[in-house]
């Protein structure tokens, strides 16, 4: 599912933050392609040493019988665990799904689905894909797999996966139940790749100013991002915005091209070095497009890794300004190095430092990852999310821009400007409906009712005059109602309107996809506000 976290919300940050930010950073690939080096020594001391000794006196002369290929796996994971807290040891079996999310692509049928009510159910059909070329349709369940019904509890987002997914031109036969239709249908859908987009979407959010959200840096981000370059400077774009706001990173090589295109010849992009690494440096080659393009850069508290060496190229350089919230401060570099068995290691190999000289890595201890993961959850609680002066900088951590601005190191990037986490439409109300996900399940049954209707408005402005000419607040309550969730008076004054703009941006993502979702979510975004009222002023 789409990760778009709703942050006005501060429980629902609360709640998620500590158990599901890490795992989502660990499982990317935030590492350094084309670091040199020489890996023999994992060979040398995995091959025979006082483990394998161990391992098989247990095998072999232990009175009971043991799992020992169980217990290596457990040992890995405790082993590669008192490293630092991004290191990490990645089991054969989940090697290609963790690999995948960045690779540009997967092999698999070619559907965004959503689990409604224990059922599978498609919410778009990815134009060209397998799916559409048999004639699978946004609104069918899937309710059997290879004439296997696959419905109820089991049904889970992992065990989905595994059965839509798999090898380009093998084929899956679904069974299918599709609304206004009492038979139910069957198809034969043959697997092929399916490109995975990390230009989330690029539109002209203000006169002569290009919007581009990149959600992460995967191995075709930086081709995207110039095809978006190239279609926003068609419609007019002279300036940019670039959103960099909860990605968690990824390729580094794919954040070094992007920043190149807007620094002038020989400047420092970053530089990293570790024990066994000589110091590497990424330096501008003068021939990006956007040398003279005013910038300005968004980034949060999730911005991490890659988002980081990019934010932090623009500030150091001088180049743009940086507008949000201290990013995450993960300036760590990780190698991915395949095991024999098909399991694989990502070991931090090096540290890399932006062009002032400073480290955005925040302090960790080897060994104690609970700790570190627990960073973010702090700063909600000490209350920096909500107030720029309960950061605290140490003077001894001062660096200097190129120009002679100061900048701090000691965890993350610090933005020029602040802004504080909007809780202004907050209510208990709208708290309840967000956890519950009433939001997204109120946006898609609407969909699945009124789709011939909704259909005939291909753009977001449109149907936004539509879906605000209907009572979808009023029908929501109701809806919400049903759950046993009731607003008062006072929760819909604070919280209607967002409640709205929610729907509406839902429901179109649900007809239109991404392009008409994010103009209409990011409406009254405080800090994209902020960043259109400072490129007005320049020239």
Known sequence: MNKKNITLVAIVFLSIVAGLLMGNLIARRSQLRGLPGDYSFLTKSFS??????????????????????KMTEEMMVDLIARLDPHSVYIPAADLENVNSELEGSFSGIGVQFNIQNDTITIVSVISGGPSEKVGLLAGDRIVEVNDTAFTGKKVTNEKVMKKLRGKANTKVKLGVKRHGTNEKLTYSVTRGQIPVNSVDVSYIIAPQTGFIKVSKFAATTYSEFLTAIADLRAKGARKYIIDLRENSGGFMDQAISMVNEFLPANQLIVYSEGKS????????????????????????????????????????????????????????????MDLSDGSAIRLTVARYYIPSGRSIQKPYENGKSEDYELDILN???????????????????????????????????????????????????????????????????YTDQHRKTLSAFKEWQKMEQHLLSQKLLQEFVIFAKSKGVTPTANDLSVSGDFIQRQLNAYITRNMIGENGFFPLFYKKDKTILKAIEILAKEK
């Open 379 to 445: 700063r909600y609680i000490h209350g920096e999310i909500d107030n720029k002066d309960s950061v605290h900088l140490k003077d001894s951590l001062k660096y200097s821009t190129l120009k002679g601005r100061t900048v701090y190191g000691g965890g993350g990037v610090m933005p020029d400007y602040f802004v504080a986490r909007d809780t202004s439409e907050y209510s208990p109300y709208l708290n309840k409906v967000v956890n519950y996900g009433y939001l997204y399940q109120f946006a898609f049954q």
């Open 277 to 336: 690494y000589p110091r590497y440096e990424a330096r501008a080659n003068g021939k990006g497009s956007l040398i003279k393009a005013p910038v300005v850069v968004l980034i949060d508290e999730f911005s991490a890794s890659a988002s980081e060496i990019f934010a932090g190229a623009i500030q150091d350089n001088d180049r743009g300004m940086i507008i949000g919230r201290r990013s995450f401060g993960k300036g760590l570099v990780q190698q991915q």
């Open 48 to 69: 025979k040493n006082k483990l394998d000794e161990v391992l098989s006196l247990i095998d072999q002369q232990y009175v009971d019988s043991i799992d020992v290929d």
